[in-house]
C-alpha cells in the first residue's frame, strides 16, 4: 500500500510514454506536434528495416560503441579493482580521483574532450608530438571519431566498472585465495580459476549496467558532434538518430518505430545476459 | 622440512606476506596506480587551466602549462550569458525532483523490501532500461498540449523519472540489510506497523536516504536531454547552457571551458565529501549477483 503512489507514478510515466510510443510508430506523425495524423500501420518499420541508409549504419554503430566502450571497461575495471584491492597508503587519495569522471557532468566532459582532440590546437597532438607520431583528426575525422568518442566513455565509465568489482572483491573472503595460494598457484592462476569465478556474479551485474548505459548513450555523442552525429552521421547511434527524427525533423512516427526497434533490441540482450547469469550461478 | 615449511607459511600474517611479495610488484602497483590517477585527473586539470587562459595563450602551445592567468573568461560566462540563473535552474529542478522523489521512493521502497514484491521491482528495472529519447517524444505531446514545455513543472516531472528509480533501488538493498527483528520488537512494544516505519526505521534509514539523495541530486544535475526539449529560454539548466556556447560561429574555448568548469566542480566538491555515500549507492546490490 505504502508502495502505490510510487508504483502509480513510475507506471505512469513508463507505460504511458511506451504504449503512446508504439501507438505512434503506426501513424504518420509529423510536423507540429497539434496537426492529426493517420494510422498507417507498420509500414514505419518496413521504411526503418529496409534502410541501409541511416537506421542500419546507426545499428552498427550502436553495437560497435557499446561492445568496444564495454569490453576495454571490463578488462581496464578488472585490472584497476585488482590494483586498489588490498590496502595501501594513499588508496583514499586514488578512489578519490576514480570517482572525479562518474560525477562529471558527461555534456561538460565532452566539451572537456572536443578541446584535448581539437586537431590544431589540443592537447592529444601535441602529445603524439612529444613521442614524434603524426597529428590525428581525432573527433573530427570520420574513420577517427567513433573510435576517438568510445575512448571518452572509457575515460567516464570505467571507474563505474572499479567500484562494483572492487565491491564485489572485497566481499569475498580470502581463504579460497590463501588456500590456493597454498597449493602453489601464482598469482595468475589464483586470479583466473579462483578469484574471478567467484567475483563472476559480480563481473556479469557490472557488464548488465554498464552495458545498459552505453547503448543509451546520449549526452557526449550529442555534446560534441551535434545534430545527426556529426555531417557524416559518423556518431550517429540509435539514440542520436531516434532523437533527430523526433526533435530535429519531427518524424515523430517514424523516430517512435526506430525507438521501439531499438527498445526490443535492449530486452534481448538482457534476456540473453541474464540467462547466461543464471547459468553461471549454478 | 616440508611440513614446517609449509605450516610457516600458514601462520605468517598478512602482513608479513604483503610484504614478502617484494619490491618489484610494489613499485609495479606504485607506478600503475600513478598512471591511473594521473589518467583521470589530467584531462580535468587542463579544462581547468584552460578556463584561466586568455583564447591566445588557448592556441599556444609554448603556453600550455606557464601563462598569466585571468578571470576573463568567468566574466563572460557570468555577465554575458545568466549563468547565476542557470545554476538557479539546476540546483531548484535537481532539488524539488530528489525531495518529491525520496517522499514517493522511500516509504515504495520499503514496503517492495519487506513484503518482497519482485514484480514492481522489474518496472523500476523497466525504468533503467528504456531510452530516454522514447520517454521524451509522449511527455513533449503531453507537455506541448498543456502549453507548459518552458515551466519547471515537465523538467521536475522529467528528472523524477530518473531519480524516484534510482532511489526506489538504492533504498531497496538498504532496507533489505535492516534487520526486521527491530520492527517486530517495537511492534511487541506496542506500536503500530506504520509507528515502527516512522519511529524506528526512518531514524536508521538517515544513511540510505542521504546516499539516494546525493546520487539523485547529481544525476538530475548532469542530464542533459530533458532539459534540451523540454526547458526554456529562461528555464534552461546548465548543461544545456554550456551547450549554446558551441553555437556561436567560432568557438569561444575559453568561456566554453569556464562554462564546463561552473558545471562541473559543484559537483565534484559534493563528491569529495560524500564520496563514502555515492560509492556505496553506486554499488548498492551490485554484489548480491
Given at each position: 500500500m505504502l508502495a502505490a503512489p510510487a508504483m502509480a507514478f513510475v507506471a505512469l510515466l513508463i507505460t504511458f510514454p511506451l504504449a503512446w510510443t508504439l501507438y505512434l510508430s503506426l501513424t504518420d506523425a509529423s510536423g507540429s506536434i497539434r496537426s492529426s495524423h493517420d494510422f498507417i500501420g507498420l509500414e514505419n518499420y518496413a521504411e526503418i528495416l529496409t534502410d541501409t541508409d541511416r537506421f542500419w549504419p546507426a545499428v552498427a554503430r550502436t553495437a560497435i560503441f557499446t561492445g568496444g566502450a564495454m569490453l576495454v571497461e571490463m578488462v581496464l575495471g578488472m585490472l584497476i579493482a585488482l590494483l586498489l584491492w588490498r590496502p595501501f597508503r594513499g588508496q583514499g587519495f586514488v578512489r578519490v580521483i576514480i570517482l572525479l569522471p562518474l560525477v562529471a557532468t558527461p555534456v561538460a566532459v565532452g566539451m572537456m574532450w572536443r578541446l584535448i582532440f581539437e586537431?590544431?590546437?589540443?592537447?592529444a597532438n601535441q602529445f603524439l608530438s612529444w613521442f614524434g607520431i603524426p597529428a590525428q583528426p581525432w573527433l573530427a575525422g570520420e574513420a577517427t571519431a567513433l573510435p576517438t568518442l568510445i575512448f571518452v566513455d572509457i575515460w567516464q565509465w570505467t571507474p563505474m566498472v572499479v567500484l562494483i568489482l572492487l565491491a564485489g572483491l572485497t566481499s569475498l573472503s580470502d581463504e579460497p585465495d590463501e588456500a590456493a595460494r597454498v597449493d602453489g598457484a601464482n598469482a595468475w592462476q589464483r586470479f583466473w580459476y579462483v578469484t574471478f569465478p567467484l567475483v563472476m556474479p559480480t563481473f556479469i551485474t557490472a557488464i548488465l549496467l554498464r552495458g545498459i548505459d552505453a547503448l543509451k548513450t546520449f549526452d557526449i555523442l550529442y555534446a560534441t558532434k551535434g545534430k545527426g552525429g556529426g555531417s557524416f552521421h559518423e556518431v550517429e547511434t540509435l539514440n542520436v538518430y531516434a532523437y533527430g527524427l523526433s526533435f530535429?525533423?519531427?518524424?515523430y512516427g517514424e523516430s517512435s518505430a526506430v525507438l521501439i526497434v531499438f527498445f526490443m533490441m535492449i530486452i534481448g540482450c538482457i534476456w540473453i545476459l541474464t540467462i547466461r547469469k543464471k547459468k553461471s550461478a549454478l | 622440512m616440508t611440513s614446517t615449511a609449509t605450516s610457516l607459511i600458514r601462520t605468517t600474517s598478512p602482513v608479513q606476506r604483503r610484504r614478502r611479495r617484494g619490491l618489484g610488484y610494489k613499485s609495479f602497483r606504485t607506478i600503475a596506480l600513478l598512471v591511473v590517477a594521473l589518467s583521470f585527473l589530467a584531462p580535468v586539470v587542463w579544462m581547468l587551466l584552460a578556463s584561466f587562459k586568455t583564447n591566445v595563450d588557448i592556441y599556444?602551445?609554448?603556453?600550455?602549462?606557464?601563462f598569466t592567468p585571468t578571470l576573463k573568461n568567468y566574466d563572460t560566462v557570468f555577465q554575458q550569458a545568466d549563468y547565476i540563473q542557470y545554476i538557479w535552474n539546476s540546483f531548484f529542478v535537481a532539488a524539488v525532483a530528489t525531495a518529491l522523489s525520496l517522499v514517493l521512493a522511500v516509504p515504495a521502497a520499503y514496503s517492495m523490501s519487506r513484503f518482497v514484491m519482485k514484480k514492481s521491482a522489474v518496472l523500476v528495472l523497466l525504468a533503467r532500461v528504456i531510452p530516454g529519447v522514447s520517454l521524451l517524444v509522449p511527455w513533449y505531446f503531453v507537455f506541448a498540449n498543456m502549453r507548459i514545455v518552458g515551466t519547471y513543472t515537465p523538467l521536475v516531472l522529467s528528472h523524477m523519472f530518473v531519480s524516484l528509480p534510482l532511489i526506489l533501488y538504492i533504498m531497496m538493498s538498504f532496507f533489505d540489510s535492516l534487520p526486521e527483528e527491530l520492527e517486530e520488537q517495537a511492534q511487541v512494544d506496542g506500536l503500530t506497523p506504520i509507528g515502527a516505519f516512522w519511529r524506528i526505521t526512518l531514524p536508521l534509514s538517515v544513511p540510505g536516504i542521504a546516499t539516494a539523495s546525493i546520487l539523485s541530486f547529481i544525476f538530475s544535475w548532469n542530464n542533459f536531454m530533458f532539459a534540451l526539449v523540454l526547458s526554456g529560454a529562461s528555464t534552461k539548466t546548465l548543461p544545456v547552457a554550456i551547450f549554446d556556447f558551441v553555437g556561436y560561429a567560432s568557438i569561444d574555448w575559453g568561456g566554453l571551458m569556464a562554462a564546463a568548469v561552473v558545471v562541473t566542480i559543484p559537483i565534484m566538491i559534493i563528491a569529495l565529501f560524500t564520496q563514502k555515500y555515492i560509492v556505496s549507492g553506486l554499488t548498492a546490490g551490485a554484489t548480491k549477483g
Open positions: 586537431p590544431s590546437i589540443g592537447f530535429d525533423y519531427q518524424k | 599556444n602551445s609554448e603556453a600550455a602549462f606557464v
